[in-house]
């Protein structure tokens, strides 16, 4: 469902949270600054709005939902719409927040169109409408909104919703791209890297993965980390693809621990240290990411970095087993261990 994809919208500075299924990374969430509406507001409504910045959500409520029913402001439906969708200073009511954001949408609120497209998306609060939602979308890709066309690129990518599409998508991502969308860069470096939808070009993706990386974007460090452990795009260079990795993995990101991990196990680009390795893969394997279970296990089997632990291995391969790991079960069985 598009509702494990995406997470829309915030205010203000918190701006608006996109979570995305990577090519060669796991799911996060990316913040998109806000744009500002050029609304009226009265002193009053500004007061609520910097109550809101504040997360003085009952006290903004107070003042902004007698409002609700005569207001003409797009920009106070949309922050009471956000209100009623996150459970703000009220009870969380979907439904309700839907109709709201339909209200802001038709008074030109573009936020509030790209939140009720969403929910369309996947039936959230209102009927799953993809036909309307995906056209919404298109028109605010017209209107160069970022968010839009970040998540049109998706659903071309994915071929679910519309069309498999992997040229369109590359153009979605570089229109939102463009806009300075961080996403939308991310996915188009990754699309450079693959040669997915546009021309492979492996030292392009490197070049925009590297500032994304340095400010702080785990998927990017990663990827990064990758284009360097396997010299595409850059001169091999397994020193920095550690540090990449290991920066990721800092942040959480299992797939970046489980690198950091097998570097440290080979002493490649970094010193060998089985210890070391053993506390990173035991961070990645309990992230449930199968192949560093799979691999803590035989440290537990082999005693690297740990005592052996018979029992602990045969955890983790359960573990990894059930999510399909075939490596797994097949050393359960010969454990004989197959339930």
């Given at each position: 469902?598009?509702?494990?994809?995406?997470?829309?919208?915030?205010?203000?500075?918190?701006?608006?949270?996109?979570?995305?299924?990577?090519?060669?990374?796991?799911?996060?969430?990316?913040?998109?600054?806000?744009?500002?509406?050029?609304?009226?507001?009265?002193?009053?409504?500004?007061?609520?709005?910097?109550?809101?910045?504040?997360q003085d959500y009952v006290a903004a409520f107070q003042v902004l939902g007698p409002l609700e029913k005569s207001?003409?402001?797009?920009?106070?439906?949309?922050?009471?719409?956000?209100?009623?969708?996150?459970?703000?200073?009220?009870?969380?009511?979907?439904?309700?927040?839907?109709?709201?954001?339909?209200?802001?949408?038709?008074?030109?609120?573009?936020?509030?169109?790209?939140?009720?497209?969403?929910?369309?998306?996947?039936?959230?609060?209102?009927?799953?409408?993809?036909?309307?939602?995906?056209?919404?979308?298109?028109?605010?890709?017209?209107?160069?909104?970022?968010?839009?066309?970040?998540?049109?690129?998706?659903?071309?990518?994915?071929?679910?919703?519309?069309?498999?599409?992997?040229?369109?998508?590359?153009?979605?991502?570089?229109?939102?791209?463009?806009?300075?969308?961080?996403?939308?860069?991310?996915?188009?470096?990754?699309?450079?890297?693959?040669?997915?939808?546009?021309?492979?070009?492996?030292?392009?993706?490197?070049?925009?993965?590297?500032?994304?990386?340095?400010?702080?974007?785990?998927?990017?460090?990663?990827?990064?980390?990758?284009?360097?452990?396997?010299?595409?795009?850059?001169?091999?260079?397994?020193?920095?693809?550690?540090e990449w990795f290991r920066r990721a993995a800092l942040q959480g990101m299992p797939e970046a621990a489980y690198?950091?991990?097998?570097?440290?196990?080979?002493?490649?680009?970094?010193?060998?240290?089985?210890?070391?390795?053993?506390?990173?893969?035991?961070?990645?394997?309990?992230?449930?990411?199968?192949?560093?279970?799979?691999?803590?296990?035989?440290?537990?089997?082999?005693?690297?970095?740990?005592?052996?632990?018979?029992?602990?291995?045969?955890?983790?391969?359960?573990?990894?087993?059930?999510?399909?790991?075939?490596?797994?079960?097949?050393?359960?069985?010969?454990?004989?261990?197959?339930?």
């Open positions: 469902m598009i509702q494990s994809l995406y997470k829309y919208v915030s205010r203000g500075s918190r701006g608006i949270l996109v979570a995305s299924s990577l090519v060669l990374a796991s799911a996060a969430l990316i913040v998109l600054p806000a744009k500002v509406f050029g609304v009226e507001e009265t002193p009053e409504i500004k007061s609520a709005l910097e109550k809101l910045k504040k207001s003409e402001d797009s920009s106070v439906l949309y922050h009471l719409a956000l209100m009623y969708e996150n459970g703000e200073g009220v009870q969380s009511d979907a439904s309700h927040a839907a109709k709201l954001y339909e209200r802001a949408a038709k008074l030109g609120s573009q936020k509030a169109k790209f939140n009720f497209a969403m929910m369309q998306l996947d039936g959230t609060g209102t009927k799953r409408d993809v036909t309307s939602a995906v056209k919404s979308l298109d028109e605010l890709r017209g209107q160069k909104f970022a968010a839009a066309q970040y998540i049109l690129g998706i659903l071309y990518s994915r071929g679910k919703e519309v069309k498999l599409d992997e040229k369109e998508a590359a153009q979605c991502f570089s229109a939102a791209a463009a806009e300075g969308y961080a996403p939308a860069q991310f996915h188009l470096a990754l699309m450079y890297a693959d040669g997915t939808g546009i021309a492979k070009d492996p030292a392009k993706a490197a070049n925009m993965l590297r500032p994304l990386a340095e400010s702080g974007m785990p998927q990017a460090q990663y990827n990064l980390g990758l284009l360097f452990r396997d010299g595409e795009g850059v001169t091999k260079d397994t020193k920095q693809a550690a690198s950091f991990a097998r570097l440290l196990q080979k002493g490649d680009g970094v010193t060998k240290d089985d210890n070391e390795a053993f506390v990173w893969m035991t961070k990645a394997a309990r992230s449930e990411y199968p192949k560093a279970q799979y691999v803590l296990a035989q440290m537990y089997i082999d005693g690297k970095g740990t005592t052996v632990d018979k029992t602990k291995a045969i955890e983790f391969l359960k573990r990894a087993s059930a999510q399909g790991y075939t490596q797994a079960a097949t050393q359960l069985k010969e454990l004989g261990n197959n339930n």
